[in-house]
């Protein structure tokens, strides 16, 4: 059964770092692409940041680049986000999301499975 | 970026009656190389992950309930929920794959009246 469980959410204070995890089961996070995806509070769903397989590539959201970085530990199945100087704009529930191997898919493709989040909350 | 809307919000529907969000991108989904609209449907229950229910615009995810059903080109897509039962209160999202960044539209809210 494929899982994800997410960690290392918590209250930080503006301009503070912290750390989310991302651990797999059930499949090699080294064979998908993989995403990091926030929900703010009472808003909708926002794309943050994305890992490919090729080369492991990274990507950001105009809103977090320069500020946060995705990485993976294949020896870990684990997924990672480090966030530093962070903004209160920044609070929500973090999402890491799989994305599929669909054969149609030519570079990105949509995400077929997700953890249930972890909350990261920016206030003094 | 391509920005993703959706109607209504909320909507309110009878238990077994046919329940219909809408979802427009402002650019076509549409993608010339492999002729695939990149446009999924994600269930979104509270305290829970979001659920994929459809893929390439139209395409039922394994598992999901054939009550539900994706439709659309180019730019406009429907989420049809022809039977709404109380399990599918959710708020309901459309997302756009084509490219970065990804994006979603702002949700609709689906309960029972």
């Known amino acids: 059964e494929v899982q994800l469980v997410e960690s290392g959410g918590g209250l930080v204070k503006p301009g503070g770092s912290l750390r989310l995890s991302c651990t797999a089961s059930g499949f090699n996070i080294e064979r998908y692409n993989m995403k990091w995806v926030r929900q703010a509070p009472g808003k909708g769903l926002e794309w943050v940041s994305s890992i490919r397989t090729f080369r492991d590539s990274t990507y950001y959201a105009d809103s977090v680049q320069g500020r946060f970085t995705i990485s993976r530990d294949n020896s870990k199945n684990s997924l990672f986000l480090q966030m530093n100087s962070l903004r209160a704009e920044d609070t929500a529930v973090y999402y890491c999301?799989?994305?599929?191997?669909?054969?149609?898919?030519?570079?990105?493709?949509?995400?077929?499975?997700w953890g249930l989040g972890t909350l990261v909350t920016v206030s003094s | 970026d391509i920005v993703m809307t959706q109607s209504p919000d909320p909507l309110s529907v009878s238990l077994g009656e046919r329940a219909t969000v809408y979802c427009r991108s402002s650019q076509s989904l549409l993608h010339s190389s492999n002729n695939k609209t990149y446009l999924a449907w994600y269930q979104h229950k509270s305290g829970q992950p979001p659920k994929l229910l459809v893929y390439w615009a139209s395409i039922r995810e394994s598992g999901v309930p054939d009550r539900f059903t994706g439709s659309g080109s180019g730019t406009d897509f429907t989420l049809t929920i022809s039977s709404l039962q109380t399990e599918d209160v959710a708020v309901y999202y459309c997302?756009?794959?084509?490219?970065?960044?990804?994006?979603f539209g702002p949700g609709t809210k689906v309960d029972i009246k």
């Open positions: 999301a799989r994305e599929s191997v669909n054969i149609y898919c030519i570079a990105d493709c949509f995400s077929d499975s």
């Open positions: 997302h756009q794959y084509y490219s970065r960044p990804f994006t």
